[in-house]
T-cell receptor, first 115, second 109 residues
Framework: KAGVTQTPRYLIKTRGQQVTLSCSPISGHRSVSWYQQTPGQGLQFLFEYFSETQRNKGNFPGRFSGRQFSNSRSEMNVSTLELGDSALYLC??????????????FGAGTRLSVL | QKEVEQNSGPLSVPEGAIASLNCTYSDRGSQSFFWYRQYSGKSPELIMFIYSNGDKEDGRFTAQLNKASQYVSLLIRDSQPSDSATYLCAGSSASKIIFGSGTRLSIRP
């Protein structure tokens, strides 16, 4: 069974640009969550999508948005990039939405550098 | 106060010894707890999950949960150099999952 696939693996953008990251979950998984990981802040929850609906959202500005398609693939968009957006963006998929015992499996991540 | 706290380390343990990693959480609504291992430059990989008080063993790994004390731990027996990584503790409730900042573990030969 294929794992969680994230594309692209690396991105270099300049301030003010926007970027779209893609995530294909494990087959059969309907929940996709996005995280930002930086050395200073650790792993920060961005949002979770389940059956094309945003179920949960972390404390990030509106520049960060996402969506999920009917095949459970998800995209994350960051507009008006700032230097501080440089990070590893991780996608995690799970069978169901957040509940007791629900296990998340992570993709390899997209490393975004904003210059 | 962070919702999930871990000692950042590094924690240095001799090969073959027991490594003990600790985590405390503040949200009493947290019901499930996870330990992920993350090698440098790689994504987190699930090691253990636990949601009942007590111990849960899987091979060389034992997770311990004490909900009254809001404390989760991970024991690694017979530590190997390949166990050198950052270990992330996470707690989840019905609506969110919060990760700790991770503990860097180094196994010295």
């Amino acid at each position: 069974k294929a794992g969680v696939t994230q594309t692209p693996r690396y991105l270099i953008k300049t301030r003010g640009q926007q970027v779209t990251l893609s995530c294909s979950p494990i087959s059969g998984h309907r929940s996709v969550s996005w995280y930002q990981q930086t050395p200073g802040q650790g792993l920060q929850f961005l949002f979770e999508y389940f059956s094309e609906t945003q179920r949960n959202k972390g404390n990030f500005p509106g520049r960060f948005s996402g969506r999920q398609f009917s095949n459970s693939r998800s995209e994350m968009n960051v507009s008006t990039l700032e230097l501080g957006d440089s990070a590893l963006y991780l996608c995690a998929s799970s069978l169901e939405s957040m509940r007791v015992g629900n296990i998340q499996y992570f993709g390899a991540g997209t490393r975004l550098s904003v210059l | 106060q962070k919702e999930v706290e871990q000692n950042s380390g590094p924690l240095s343990v001799p090969e073959g010894a027991i490594a003990s990693l600790n985590c405390t959480y503040s949200d009493r609504g947290s019901q499930s707890f996870f330990w992920y291992r993350q090698y440098s430059g790689k994504s987190p990989e699930l090691i253990m999950f636990i949601y009942s008080n007590g111990d849960k063993e899987d091979g060389r790994f034992t997770a311990q949960l004490n909900k009254a004390s809001q404390y989760v731990s991970l024991l690694i027996r017979d530590s190997q150099p390949s166990d050198s990584a950052t270990y992330l503790c996470a707690g989840s409730s019905a609506s969110k999952i919060i990760f700790g900042s991770g503990t860097r573990l180094s196994i010295r030969p």
